[in-house]
Structure formats: C-alpha cells, structure tokens
Nanobody
C-alpha cells in the first residue's frame, strides 16, 4: 500500500495556473503508475491525467489536453499536475492515485489520497 497526500489546491481566477503535488510514502513509488482524477458533487470521479511508472508515457483527458501537464520525480516520491489556463469548469476536488496496472480508469487504482480543492472563479 502507498500513502498519498495532495497539496497545492486553492482559489484562482479563470486563466490562472496552479501546480498540484502528491507526495507518496510507503511502498516503492517508482513501481506505480500515477494518476490524477477530479470530482464534483453529484458526479462520478473523472479521469484527468496519468503517467507511467518511469514517466515515459502520459495520457490526458480531452478536456485538459494542452492545458495540464503531469510529471513525476521518483527521487522525491512525488507526482505533479501543472494546470494552466484554468477554467471555471475545472473546479473540483482533485485526487491522486496509484496503480500497478492500467491507468485511465479509476478501477485500476488501489490507493488514493484525500484530495485537494481547486476552485476557479470566472
């Protein structure tokens, strides 16, 4: 099991940037594919981005492609989500998660953080 703690959320205006961080502890971080998901009240958790265990491949939801960038630093046991050109519809609780298998569906992920709130005002 890996423990995950997100940080970096906040309240920003549309067009601004934020960088989320997710610090991992427990098992070997570099063994895990890492993903970011987001959720708003009354809706299912939505895939945002994911990166493979070595960082060689990244995938993004169409809604964030070109604006968000996922990266990881295995030496620091941390995964990041750089969010640029934020829109009000990006408002959500953002969660990071760890997977030893697939990366684009929440069901693949066995370990989750507590989430960090991102609010984008218009």
């Amino acid at each position: 099991q890996v423990q995950l703690v997100e940080s970096g959320g906040g309240l920003v205006q549309a067009g601004a940037s934020l960088r989320l961080s997710c610090a991992a502890s427990g098992r070997t971080f570099s063994n895990y594919n890492m993903g970011w998901f987001r959720q708003t009240p009354g809706k299912e958790r939505e895939f945002v981005a994911a990166i493979t265990w070595r960082g060689g491949s990244a995938v993004y939801a169409d809604s964030v492609k070109g604006r968000f960038t996922i990266s990881r630093d295995n030496a620091k046991n941390t995964v990041y989500l750089q969010m640029n050109s934020l829109k009000p519809e990006d408002t959500a609780i953002y969660y990071c998660a760890a997977s030893t298998s697939g990366i684009t569906t929440a069901d693949y992920y066995g370990d989750w953080g507590q989430g960090t709130q991102v609010t984008v005002s218009s």
